[in-house]
Nanobody, 123 residues
Framework: QVQLVESGGGLVQAGGSLRLSCAAS????????MGWFRQAPGKEREFVAA?????????YYLDSVKGRFTISRDNAKNTVYLQMNSLKPEDTGVYYC???????????????WGQGTQVTVSS
């Protein structure tokens, strides 16, 4: 099973950018579909983005982050990234990296999770 460690969170003003990283160790990273989720205070955790392990790295995004966030992966570095631009206060939350073996880049089915990294967007 793969182990996940997130980094790159912090405090940023609205309109700013952050890049989150998720480093994986353990079994072959290239065989996992990777996802990013977030949880705001008092709310349930929600899906943000996913990237498949199949040819072409298909991706899937939460509607509210399309055009602002980009998920990518570097299999040579065992790392998945979430580039977040034009950040809004409503993007505030703890961001979690997750992994699953099925190839579909969807919002469900993840069985391995990181500890999370805090992202705070001030208005």
């Amino acid at each position: 099973q793969v182990q996940l460690v997130e980094s790159g969170g912090g405090l940023v003003q609205a309109g700013g950018s952050l890049r989150l990283s998720c480093a994986a160790s353990g079994r072959s990273f290239s065989g996992y579909t990777m996802g990013w989720f977030r949880q705001a205070p008092g709310k349930e955790r929600e899906f943000v983005a996913a990237i498949s392990w199949t040819v072409g790295d298909p991706t899937y995004y939460l509607d509210s982050v399309k055009g602002r966030f980009t998920i990518s992966r570097d299999n040579a570095k065992n790392t998945v990234y979430l580039q977040m631009n034009s950040l809004k206060p409503e993007d505030t939350g703890v961001y979690y990296c997750a992994a699953k073996t099925p190839r579909w880049a969807t919002a469900t089915g993840y069985n391995t999770w990181g500890q999370g990294t805090q992202v705070t967007v001030s208005s």
